[in-house]
């Protein structure tokens, strides 16, 4: 099987014998590859969203469109903030049972009481409650997951539904989560800048809570190759979702948005390709990456087709074993193992 990417090998092919400039080629977006398109390569997006706003007819015609099988439903619960909020967990079991095999809802993280940063190193009350009700709910069997939990989050200017958060990894209400979500077998998602305290207390978190799987949004956190490839090295319970980690400004996640820091990395060069030393990785560590859009607001349903596009042509820089690896096998494990 080819090592190399597939996609560099043909265009060597169609430009040989053509006048083609070398900066002609570098900013041209490259192609699917046959292995990755539509017809050959389910996805299961494993970084989607639910609002109130987002029907489940619209969503699967998105879907069917673009060649993804399966979506993870993570709710935002949040109240009073934008005006597409307020999607329940209610709302994601709801569209599984009327999609079945099409949706993979999680107990949402993103909720009012989850906000509290006192909450999560004194729990309270109103946590305990939390807990019993996301325990009654993975009860159901109805729950894929836990998420998006967000720890380390970095406002965007101007927009008061993207605020900055600063939350503890290493925190007694985690544990409790943690806890949760190991006897029921489902994972976390967590959303939490790959900043060095970060990181830190990633490494405690998943040295101490061995039986939890823990999905680390965005790239582990849009963390450096090297850590991701440490951190992967050290804990077997560790997986990280490319959530909107595209360079276009159809998904700012994978940009320097909304503010750049020193830790932070991207995976693509801007025209669709891989950075060598990302796909390095994905092909070092084929079992431990999932694909996901997150469209985090109904308006980013606007730009669906054009997000699984982009992963499509970034899979096409991979072996196709790896890529059907990030494309659905992963997510098929992951999900058909829940122990309960
Ligand atoms: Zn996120």
Redesign the pocket.
């Known amino acids: 099987m080819l090592r190399g990417p597939w996609i560099r090998q043909t265009w060597l092919a169609a430009i040989a014998g053509a006048i083609v400039g070398a900066a002609a080629v570098a900013t041209s977006a490259p192609e699917i590859a046959p292995f990755a398109g539509r017809e050959a390569l389910p996805i299961v997006d494993v ?1 989607g969203h639910l609002d109130a706003a987002m029907s489940a007819d619209r969503l699967i015609e998105l879907m069917d469109e673009s060649g993804v099988r399966q979506m993870v439903l993570m709710p935002r619960t949040y109240t009073g903030r934008h005006a597409d909020g307020l999607g329940s967990d209610e709302q994601a079991a709801r569209y599984a049972r009327a999609h079945p095999g099409r949706f993979l809802p999680f107990v949402a993280g993103q909720r009012d009481v989850l906000d509290d940063r006192d909450r999560w190193v004194h729990p309270d009350r109103v946590a305990d409650g939390l807990l019993r009700e996301m325990d009654a709910e993975l009860r159901t069997h109805e729950f894929y997951g836990i998420g ?1 939990l ?1 720890i380390r989050h970095y406002g965007a200017e101007g927009e008061r539904h993207l605020r900055e958060r600063d939350i503890p990894i290493d925190a007694p209400l985690m544990r409790r989560l943690a806890d949760l979500a190991a006897r029921h077998g489902v994972p976390l998602l967590i ?1 939490a800048e790959g900043e060095p305290a970060v990181v830190a207390e990633m490494r405690t978190l998943l040295q101490q809570q061995p039986g939890t799987r823990v999905i680390w ?2 790239n582990c956190g849009r963390s450096s190759a090297a850590i991701i490839r440490d951190m992967l090295t050290a804990y077997p319970n560790l997986w990280c979702d490319l ?1 909107g980690m595209l360079n276009a400004p159809f998904a700012p ?1 994978g940009r320097y948005w909304p503010r750049q820091t020193p830790w932070m990395f991207l995976i693509e060069d801007g025209t669709g390709q891989l950075l060598p030393e990302m796909q390095a990785l994905y092909e070092a560590f084929p079992t431990r990456f999932f694909l996901g859009t ?1 469209p ?1 607001f109904t308006p980013a349903l606007a730009t669906y087709d054009h997000r699984i596009a982009r992963f499509r042509q970034l899979l096409s820089d991979l072996t196709p074993e790896t890529a059907r690896r990030l494309a659905h096998e992963n997510a098929d494990e992951m999900f058909s193992r829940r122990g309960n």
């Open positions: 970084h998006e967000i959303h949004a965005h959530g996640y997150d985090a």
